[in-house]
């Protein structure tokens, strides 16, 4: 197959950036977007031009390190990564706009690359069970519904990459924190600390960047995890009866 | 040079209890003192860096992935294995250890062994009351389920994803680690060498990606969590950015790596479909539950339709060599058999690299709804990535590399021959020998960092107050002279081919020549070829751009660079071992029927290999292996 594509290139994170034009040619129809990448990246090296910068870890779909908008999707159309995006759901000839993952709190490092260590400040400003490693009682000793269990797996699920602020008209991360507060929040051991969690947290998202939530549902048709925005109204629910209990001088 | 494994004294059940309740403890106070250098944020570098730092040391957390939430162990599928009975089935703490060791072909070390078994159950706890949203029951109780060399139910998972809810829990008690400034994370930084001063491992050399700045960083000790090295085979399961770089530089610095020929090769991942692939994917072992494998009993019938190939022409090849355990023989012998067949010319599929794994019957006996319920998300996966849709033909199959059993040589503490270096996870060598069994990696990341290092550590820290290292010691300078000069150097060949040219023939040679069967005549031919490509490479490797910012080609090189030298050590090594065992087989040694023959007498070992300089043999120093409960037997799954 064969196909046009227009690629984000960017020297640096304070360089202006443009669209340039390469063509992907002999390209398999087996081949994943990536590996097309990779095809196109041997001949540009070839050719004594520097490759794409992009980043990708695992490619089986799991770490949420590769981050590209295609065609203005973020991870392309359909549902997944961009890692398990097959150019065979391309067609012959067609023109390809790949650009990084755009928001606000993600500013791009080079071309395709961005910095998303945003998601981890959030992460760090609550999103854990504080607990001393051996100070566990037994696995057993607090049973959990499956029903519950299930469901804080569906919110865990979640594999931090970044696609649903990209996808937000807002640039918002609601979805990857409600994701967070959900699943720590169902679970017996997490409910200790949900009122000082889905506080911190939901201000640390703010002064991250990261905007409000507005229904557009754009993050959760993106969500390579299947992450339902139902979560972002559990999330709210917590946050007001949270910060009701702060207001009313309650320690939280 | 001797090996001294540090092994407590006593009878085996009782040695880590013994170990604990002498081990030399460092006080809280005491703790503030002490730096601490960790590299690799996957199960064993972030359970490590989070119990570390809770308990007061100071961390500095380094990981060449953009967070560490995003360290491939990740990746991991099926679960972890830990001696709960919670299913009353007659598990205990000795028989997983005993399954381990068996499972190991009886070349892994016992107490190290019997150590892991003994903390797997308290693994569980502890992931429990992190949140890991653990398969449960409806009862509300944990859920459990088998796998591969045990005749007991002693795994926990969740869902598919068991590696990911493991990492996500070791990555919220780093962040948490982090939130209180007792761990320094270092994302999107690799290490690049190690600072060895006065004999002691007391600092790195590390490349931070995104700007290209190459510096030293000092502590009291440094622990290497970088897992394994897969990708010296090019494709494997493993990551893209997986590498041996810092394993083979702090060998290069004199530590020794051991049984670097134990790897494991997984028997069903999605075969190769062409030169432009990237990486392999893993189908989950469950599926030989139900699927049938076969390839056509004639070499002209392979690129036929198999729906068109009668039942009488096709060779359910493990069902028939192995008529009691059939598609479900352990890993190695089902690797084994499909490369056998292909080898035979009756491979299917592109290249003729493939075998079926056929549901046809299991859909005629359960209906496709069944199928769909057991394995619909695997079929799902399949078809996005190969285009076929496995309900109405066979999938195609092929073994790949998924596991290095082999690693940096530890003591008992998890310390490598430099004092102060201490190894973790897949990095190191003791648990697993030659084989590894299923959900066992995750148990011993977590066990390493949560259970073990916690407790090993004071063995060396205590001897080392007072002793703070002066970051301007000239080893510091010179580590770093020597890796900026390394980087200038690759930039400088100024050759035609890209770097992925060179890793991709590497792998190939890996595979064909010290892959799932080995022989001396090959190895010594692979060994020259390597010191050929070897030579190549630095002689015609094209790298563009400019070392200053982020150029994931110079990263690549670099990893590249040290996977040429490791590969040549790894055939090296299934050269000597002289034997078959585990995922070692050597086609000399072979039973008539092709099984697997290994040689107690002379191979009862560990390798470790210490590095004399460029371009000289290694010298190969020997760890007896001294087993004082277990009687050494020979495997059968006839």
């Given at each position: 197959m064969k196909f046009h594509l227009k690629v984000w290139r960017q020297k640096d994170p304070n360089a202006p950036g443009k669209l340039e034009d390469y063509e992907a040619e002999n390209?398999?129809?087996?081949?994943s977007f990536l590996e097309m990448l990779d095809i196109v990246n041997a001949g540009l090296t070839r050719k004594n031009i520097e490759p794409i910068q992009f980043d990708s870890d695992?490619?089986?779909?799991?770490?949420?390190?590769c981050s590209l908008t295609i065609n203005g999707i973020p991870h392309g159309?359909?549902?997944?990564?961009t890692c398990q995006?097959?150019?065979?759901?391309f067609q012959d000839g067609e023109t390809i706009t790949i650009e990084p993952f755009?928001?606000?709190?993600?500013?791009?490092?080079?071309?395709l690359v961005t910095n998303r260590s945003a998601f981890d400040r959030v992460i760090q400003a609550?999103?854990?069970?504080?607990?001393?490693?051996?100070?566990?009682?037994?696995?057993?000793s607090v049973p959990i519904s499956k029903v519950i269990a299930d469901q804080a797996m569906d919110a865990a699920a979640?594999?931090?990459?970044?696609a649903c602020a990209a996808a937000c008209p807002n640039g918002s991360a609601m979805l990857f924190v409600s994701a967070k507060v959900t699943h720590l929040g169902l679970l017996p051991q997490g409910k200790p600390e949900k009122n000082r969690r889905v506080l911190s947290m939901v201000r640390k998202m703010d002064e991250e960047g990261f905007g409000n939530c507005s229904n557009y549902y754009a993050c959760e048709a993106v969500c390579p995890a299947g992450v339902p925005a139902a979560f972002i109204g559990r999330m709210n629910r917590e946050f007001t009866a949270a910060s009701l209990k702060e207001m009313a001088g309650m320690t939280v | 040079m001797t090996l001294d494994s540090k092994i407590p004294p006593g009878p085996l059940d009782k040695k880590w209890t013994t170990y604990k309740n002498n081990a030399k403890i460092v006080s809280p106070a005491n703790k503030r003192k002490f730096d601490l250098i960790i590299v690799g944020s996957g199960l064993a570098g972030a359970s490590a860096a989070a119990t570390l730092a809770e308990q007061g040391y100071n961390v500095k957390c380094f990981c060449y992935?953009?967070?560490?939430?995003?360290?491939?162990?990740?990746?991991?599928?099926g679960g972890i294995n830990a001696a709960k009975n919670y299913q009353n089935d007659g598990d205990s703490v000795y028989r997983l250890f005993y399954d381990t060791i068996k499972g190991g072909d009886f070349r892994a070390r016992e107490a190290n062994v019997h150590r892991l078994a003994e903390v797997s159950t308290s693994i569980i706890d502890q992931c429990v009351a992190q949140g890991v949203p653990f398969a449960r029951e409806y009862g509300g109780l944990l859920d459990n389920r088998s796998f591969g060399?045990?005749?007991?139910?002693?795994t926990f998972y969740a869902r598919g994803q068991t590696g990911q809810q493991l990492l996500l829990g070791a990555y919220s008690g780093l962040s948490h680690q982090i939130a209180t400034g007792a761990v320094k994370m270092f994302p999107k930084t690799e290490m690049l060498d190690l600072v060895v001063v006065d004999g002691h491992a007391k600092g790195i050399v590390v490349r931070?990606?995104?700007?290209g700045e190459i510096s030293t960083h000092s502590a009291d000790a440094v622990l290497l969590c970088?897992?394994?090295?897969?990708?010296v085979f090019y494709l494997?399961?493993?990551?893209?950015?997986?590498?041996?770089t810092a394993t083979f530089r702090a060998y290069k610095r004199g530590a020794l790596f051991a049984n670097p020929c134990y790897t494991q090769i997984h028997p069903t991942c999605i075969p190769v479909s062409g030169d432009y692939q990237s990486k392999l994917t893993l189908m989950s072992e469950s599926l030989r539950n139900d699927g049938r494998i076969w390839v056509p009993k004639?070499?002209?019938?392979?690129?036929?339709?198999?729906?068109?190939?009668?039942e009488a022409d096709r060779d359910y090849y493990l069902e028939r060599k192995?008529?009691?355990?059939?598609?479900?023989?352990p890993r190695d012998i089902s690797s084994r058999s499909a490369k056998e067949v292909c080898d035979e010319g009756r491979g299917v599929g592109p290249g003729g690299l493939g075998v079926y794994l056929d549901f046809s019957a299991a859909i005629k006996r359960l209906g496709q709804k069944t199928i769909e319920e057991r394995y619909g998300n695997l079929f799902e996966m399949y078809q996005n990535i190969t285009g076929e849709n496995a309900y109405e033909r066979p999938m195609r199959i092929y073994p790949a590399v998924h596991y290095t059993m082999g690693g940096l040589w530890v003591d008992y503490n998890l310390?490598?021959?430099?004092?102060?270096l201490h190894v973790l996870g897949?990095?190191?060598?003791?648990?697993?020998?030659?084989n590894r069994l299923g959900a066992s990696a995750l148990m011993q990341g977590l066990a390493d960092g949560y259970f073990v290092i916690p407790y090993t550590l004071g063995d060396y820290l205590t001897?080392?107050?007072?002793?703070k290292v002066d970051p301007k010691h000239p080893a510091f300078e010179q580590a770093l002279q020597d890796t900026k000069a390394r980087v200038k150097k690759l930039i400088d060949?100024?050759?035609?081919?890209?770097?992925d040219d060179f890793h991709r023939r590497l792998g190939l040679l890996i595979w064909d020549y010290c892959g799932m069967a080995r022989s001396a005549e090959g190895l010594k031919e692979a060994i020259g070829k390597i010191q050929q490509l070897r030579a190549e490479f630095w002689s015609d490797l094209k790298l563009l751009g400019s070392?200053?910012?982020?150029?994931m080609e110079l990263e690549r090189a670099g990893r590249v660079a040290d996977f040429l030298e490791f590969g040549e050590l790894m055939c090296l090594d299934a050269l000597v071992r002289d034997e078959s065992c585990g995922g070692h087989f050597?086609?000399?040694?072979?039973?008539?029927?092709?099984e697997a023959v290994r040689n107690d007498q002379d191979f009862a070992f560990v390798s470790a290999w210490q590095y004399t300089g460029d371009g000289n043999m290694p010298n190969l120093v020997k760890e007896p292996l001294v087993y004082e409960q277990v009687k050494l037997a020979t495997r059968s799954y006839k």
């Open positions: 390209i398999p129809a087996d081949a695992c490619r089986e779909g799991i770490c949420g390190t159309k359909g549902r997944g990564t995006l097959y150019m065979r759901k755009r928001a606000d709190p993600f500013p791009v490092q080079r071309d609550g999103g854990y069970i504080s607990e001393r490693s051996g100070s566990a009682p037994d696995a057993n979640c594999i931090g990459c970044g | 992935q953009d967070s560490p939430r995003r360290a491939h162990s990740i990746a991991a599928q060399g045990a005749q007991v139910s002693r931070d990606l995104k700007t970088t897992g394994g090295y897969g990708n494997s399961t493993n990551a893209r950015g997986c590498n041996v004639r070499k002209e019938d392979c690129s036929k339709d198999p729906a068109t190939i009668a192995y008529p009691s355990y059939g598609n479900l023989a310390m490598s021959n430099i004092p102060g897949e990095a190191n060598f003791s648990d697993h020998g030659a001897t080392q107050f007072g002793k060949i100024k050759g035609t081919k890209p770097v070392p200053d910012g982020i150029n050597r086609t000399e040694h072979q039973t008539p029927e092709g």
